[in-house]
């Protein structure tokens, strides 16, 4: 699959963002999407992700309750809803795929795309 990210932006702390991913490609619905984050200087992060097939979604701690995933289907996209941001949630966002039949592991990333969140 495909992956490409976008949506960043600059808000302000207390405010939502909503990010997007558009996939492309073949056979969804063997795939998990995920939205990782890095911040300057820090790891890449797992923030969130959802199975495809059945829209299961699982969560970092960091974000539980903040952010929600969803996907529509028709336009193949993912998104990713960020609400009470905080300036700790600021870094470069990344979609990401798991193939679930296939080798383990985040094998398809898409470019980030850029979140600052002032104070």
């Known amino acids: 699959v495909q992956l490409q990210a976008s949506g960043g932006g600059l808000v302000q702390a207390g405010n939502s963002l909503r990010l997007s991913c558009a996939v492309s490609g073949r056979d969804f619905s063997r795939y998990s999407l995920g939205w990782f984050r890095q911040a300057p200087e820090k790891e890449r992060e797992f923030v969130g992700a959802i199975r495809w097939s059945d829209a299961v979604t699982y969560y970092a701690e960091s974000v539980e309750g903040r952010f929600t995933i969803y996907k529509n289907n028709p336009e193949s996209l993912v998104y990713l809803q960020m609400n009470n941001l905080k300036p700790e949630d600021t870094a470069v966002y990344y979609c990401?795929?798991?193939?679930?039949?296939?080798?383990?592991?985040?094998?398809?990333w898409g470019p980030g795309t850029q979140v600052t969140v002032s104070s």
């Open positions: 990401a795929a798991e193939d679930l039949l296939g080798v383990a592991g985040w094998g398809s």
